[in-house]
């Protein structure tokens, strides 16, 4: 099983923008499907972003649509969430999610249908206002 790092959190004020990137440790990192979940204090984790193995596709969840940007380099087996325009909404602690054919957590859409089993230690985003 894969593991994965992510790193880029922090504080930033209303407004300002983040770079939240994971590294993935399998060298078949190009076949299979990223994403990023969140959940904040007293919620539960909710689907962020996606991104298809080839990196042809990609999904959002409608409260990021147009501020954040999911996009994965195979080179350096790593996958990115690029936040923009944050709110004090978006406090949470974001997690790397890689498609396992064993996990247990579904993202399914029109154009996507992927199925999560492999977890980042999570990174901690803070937006004040």
């Known amino acids: 099983q894969e593991q994965l790092v992510e790193s880029g959190g922090g504080l930033v004020q209303t407004g300002g923008s983040l770079r939240l990137s994971c590294a993935a440790s399998?060298?078949?990192?190009?076949?299979?499907?990223m994403g990023w979940y969140r959940q904040a204090p007293g919620k539960k984790r909710e689907f962020v972003a996606a991104?298809?193995?080839?990196?042809?596709?990609?999904a959002y969840t409608e409260d990021v649509k147009g501020r954040f940007t999911i996009s994965r380099d195979s080179a350096k087996n790593t996958v990115y969430l690029q936040m923009n325009s944050l709110k004090p909404e978006d406090t949470a602690v974001y997690y790397c999610?890689?498609?396992?054919?064993?996990?247990?957590?579904?993202?399914?859409?029109?154009?996507?249908?992927?199925?999560?089993?492999?977890w980042g230690q999570g990174t901690q985003v803070t937006v004040s206002s």
């Open positions: 999610a890689a498609e396992n054919p064993s996990g247990t957590t579904w993202y399914i859409s029109r154009d996507v249908r992927i199925r999560f089993g492999s």
């Open positions: 991104v298809t193995a080839s990196g042809d596709k990609t």
């Open positions: 399998a060298r078949t990192f190009s076949t299979y499907a």
